[in-house]
C-alpha cells in the first residue's frame, strides 16, 4: 500500500495564494486586452470619420473651387449687352433713338443691309463700323432690332471675345422705297394698264425711277 502524501495547511495555503494571483494576473490581461482592442475600434472609427471628413473638406474645396471658375468663366462670357439687358427695360431698349438720327429709317436700312447677308448674318462690330455708329449706340440698337422682332442675336466667341452674330428674322414694311415712284403725280394714272396704250410695262419714268432706287440702294450699302 503506498501511503497518501498529506499536503500541509501552509503548502496548500501557498498554492491557493499562488492559483489566485494567476488568475488576478490573467483577468487583468484579458480586460488590458479588452480595452486595448476597444480602443483600437474606437481609434480606427476615429480615423474613418476624420478621413470621411477630411474627404468631405476636399469636395467641398474642390466644388466651391469649380463653382468660382464657372463664375468667373460666366463673367468672362458676359457682354455690355447683357448688362444693358439687365438696367435698362423692355420699353427703354424699344424707345431707344439716337440725336438727331431718322430711326425709322435707321432701322429699316440696318434690318436691310443685315437682310443683304442672308443666313451667314454680320457680326454687330463690323455692322457699326460700316454704319460709323460706337459701340455703345450700336449695342442699343442690336437689342431694339432684337426687341422689334426684326433679328435674332447669336452669341459668339470671335478672336478670343463674346460678341454677337447678328441674324435676319423680319424686314419691316417700308414705304420709303415708293415715296419718290412717278405712279404717285403721274397725271394719266387713271389710264394706265398692263394691257393699254399707257402701261407700267414701257413707262419710262418707271424704268428710270427704279434704276435710280438701285443706284442708291448699292450706294448705302457700300457706305
Not at 52 to 66: D, F, I, L, N, P
Not at 144 to 150: A, D, F, I, V
Not at 189 to 211: A, N
Amino acid at each position: 500500500m503506498v501511503k497518501k502524501e498529506i499536503t500541509s495547511p501552509a503548502k496548500l495555503k501557498k498554492e491557493l495564494e499562488e492559483a489566485k494571483a494567476e488568475l488576478v494576473s490573467r483577468n487583468k490581461k484579458l480586460k488590458l486586452s479588452v480595452k486595448t482592442e476597444a480602443k483600437k475600434k474606437v481609434d480606427k472609427k476615429k480615423a474613418e470619420a476624420k478621413k470621411k471628413e477630411e474627404a468631405k473638406k476636399k469636395e467641398e474645396e474642390a466644388k466651391k473651387k469649380e463653382e468660382e471658375a464657372k463664375k468667373k468663366e460666366e463673367e468672362a462670357k458676359r457682354t455690355y449687352e447683357e448688362e444693358l439687358e439687365e438696367q435698362l427695360t423692355e420699353d427703354e431698349i424699344k424707345n431707344f433713338a439716337i440725336d438727331k438720327t431718322d430711326m425709322d429709317k435707321l432701322v429699316n436700312r440696318v434690318t436691310e443691309m443685315i437682310a443683304s447677308y442672308a443666313t451667314n448674318g454680320i457680326l454687330q462690330n463690323i455692322l457699326w463700323r460700316k454704319l460709323k455708329l460706337s459701340s455703345r449706340d450700336g449695342s442699343r440698337l442690336a437689342l431694339k432690332l432684337e426687341k422689334l422682332g426684326n433679328i435674332t442675336r447669336e452669341k459668339i466667341l470671335e478672336n478670343g471675345r463674346w460678341t454677337y452674330l447678328l441674324l435676319i428674322k423680319k424686314i419691316p414694311i417700308s414705304t420709303i422705297s415708293i415715296e419718290n415712284a412717278p405712279c404717285l403725280v403721274c397725271p394719266v394714272e387713271g389710264k394706265c394698264s398692263t394691257d393699254g396704250e399707257i402701261s407700267p410695262k414701257t413707262c419710262v419714268y418707271i424704268e428710270d425711277w427704279v434704276l435710280t432706287e438701285l443706284k442708291t440702294k448699292k450706294r448705302h450699302e457700300t457706305n
